[in-house]
């Protein structure tokens, strides 16, 4: 079965700063794969997603993310952290049947 | 992308008695979905709802305590029945994108407190 795995539970990092945030899946085939950011008190909104083609993408808000086929990988990053940034993140991994899988998410601080 | 909404936004509940949420979708979809997403907690899929037939449940997850509807292709409800203070949660439903790749996008949620 699926799965996805994010390994930092909460980050902080330095407005200005670049950012990584990890996350590797569990899955036969090529996956679907997916970051959505969560604000405070807010639904989750689509950042980039992966199913096939060039592995590095990019998606809204000046995030990419990079597909690592060897190393179960799809982490996400950004050049320069804006306060804007903080909310929760989460990975997801998808099958052709449409089920996802949601990672456990990363909470984002962004220091002044 | 789809524009979702769904009410209520939130609701402060009783235990033992039932909330029903609604979402509505701006488009026709076949397929919904509603999760569960508990404090601190990331998503868990409740169940999968198709126009036409009986919801898919997820396990852990029975139609007694969550029964949904789907009555036509832009609307869904989902009840929590008999609700304890562990149902507090944000709830949400989402529906695939009409692209490639499978995406979800997602109402803005439902946040549910039971006392």
């Known amino acids: 079965a699926q799965s996805v795995t994010q390994p930092d539970i909460h980050i902080t990092v330095s407005e200005g700063a670049s950012l990584e945030l990890r996350c590797n899946y569990s899955y036969g085939a090529t996956p679907y794969l997916f970051w959505y950011v969560q604000s405070p008190g807010q639904g989750l909104q689509l950042l980039l997603k992966?199913?096939?083609?060039?592995?590095l993408v990019q998606g809204i808000k000046g995030f990419e993310a990079e597909f690592k086929r060897s190393q179960s990988s799809f982490n996400l990053r950004k050049p320069s952290v804006h306060w804007s940034d903080a909310a929760e993140y989460f990975c997801?991994?998808?099958?052709?049947?449409?089920?996802?899988?949601f990672g456990a998410g990363t909470r984002l601080t962004v220091k002044p | 992308s789809a524009v979702i909404s769904q009410k209520p936004s939130r609701d402060i509940c009783q235990r033992g008695t039932s909330l029903t949420i609604q979402c509505q979708v701006d488009s026709q979809v076949t397929m919904m979905f509603w999760y569960r997403q508990q404090p601190g907690q990331s998503l868990t899929l409740i169940a999968t709802?198709?126009?036409?037939?009986?919801?898919?449940?997820e396990s852990g997850f029975v139609i007694d305590k969550f029964p949904i509807s789907r009555p036509n292709l832009t609307f869904s409800t989902l009840t929590v029945s008999n609700m304890s203070p562990e149902d507090s949660s944000i709830y949400l439903c989402?529906?695939?994108?009409?692209?490639?790749?499978?995406?979800?996008?997602f109402g803005p949620g439902t946040r549910l407190t039971v006392t």
């Open positions: 709802a198709n126009q036409g037939s009986e919801a898919t449940y």
């Open positions: 989402s529906v695939v994108g009409r692209g490639t790749g499978y995406e979800q996008y």
């Open positions: 997801a991994v998808g099958e052709a049947n449409n089920d996802m899988r």
């Open positions: 992966y199913f096939s083609g060039d592995t």
